[in-house]
């Protein structure tokens, strides 16, 4: 049972564009979410959050958009750089444990 | 100097091999985690330690075992590793100051491990 789903293994996008990555979740007790940026032969690195009090977070170039009606959130990155090319991991948490549950991961690709 | 680091970096050995993972974080954080990766499968939980006193099984712990020498390090251990375990390992932390930043996790650069 996938509670955190990343439909979408891989994304290409042009350098400069809007890149949009999409995570859904089925645990109505989630109530905080990540994303997670990871480079080969490298672990992954926090990027990005939001609380699930919010439906936006902002930070840079980075914005993610939380639905909590719909389970699903997602992360824009605009514009997009040759550099943010990398897997992305959504993840959630909630409950008192503060266990993490990630996605499989999309493969963002951006061509210069 | 990394926050959390893990030795080795890459190991191969042969089935039925006995293979420990280190961890070590100068964050000062209370929990760790281990983690394996596989292709199209994403992060998934072996265990947790939310002190040097409490162990905890993730969604995958059979085959490993894991000990929280102290709050700084926290290692994994296959008993008789199998080709299945073939993956990437990855150890993470986060704090326990009550907050939304408890839910942050600070991971390691990772191992790679080859069962033949």
């Known amino acids: 049972d996938q509670q955190v789903k990343q439909n979408s293994p891989s994304l290409s996008v042009q350098e400069g564009r809007i890149s949009i990555l999409n995570c859904d979740y089925t645990n109505s007790m989630f109530d905080y979410f990540l994303w997670y940026k990871k480079y080969p032969a490298e672990g992954p690195t926090f990027l990005i959050s939001?609380?699930?009090?919010?439906d936006k977070n902002e930070d840079g170039r980075f914005t993610v958009f939380l639905n909590k009606s719909a389970k699903h959130l997602s992360l824009h990155i605009v514009p997009s750089q040759p550099g943010d090319s990398a897997v992305y991991f959504c993840a959630a948490s909630g409950g008192s444990n503060y266990k993490l549950t990630f996605g499989k991961g999309t493969l963002l690709t951006v061509n210069p | 100097d990394a926050d959390v680091t893990q030795t080795p970096r890459n190991r191969i050995t042969k089935t039925g091999k006995r293979i420990m993972l280190e961890c070590s974080q100068t964050k000062g954080h209370d929990r760790m985690y281990w983690y394996r990766q596989d292709p199209g499968l994403g992060l998934r939980l072996i265990y947790y330690s939310f002190d040097v006193k409490d162990i905890n099984k993730g969604e995958i712990s059979d085959g490993y075992s894991v000990s929280r020498q102290a709050q700084a390090k926290f290692s994994l251990s296959l008993e008789s590793a199998i080709p299945n375990q073939t993956a990437l390992y990855f150890c993470a932390t986060s704090d326990s100051l009550p907050g939304l930043a408890v839910n942050e996790q600070f991971f390691g650069p990772g191992t790679r491990l080859t069962v033949l």
């Open positions: 939001i609380s699930s009090i919010k």
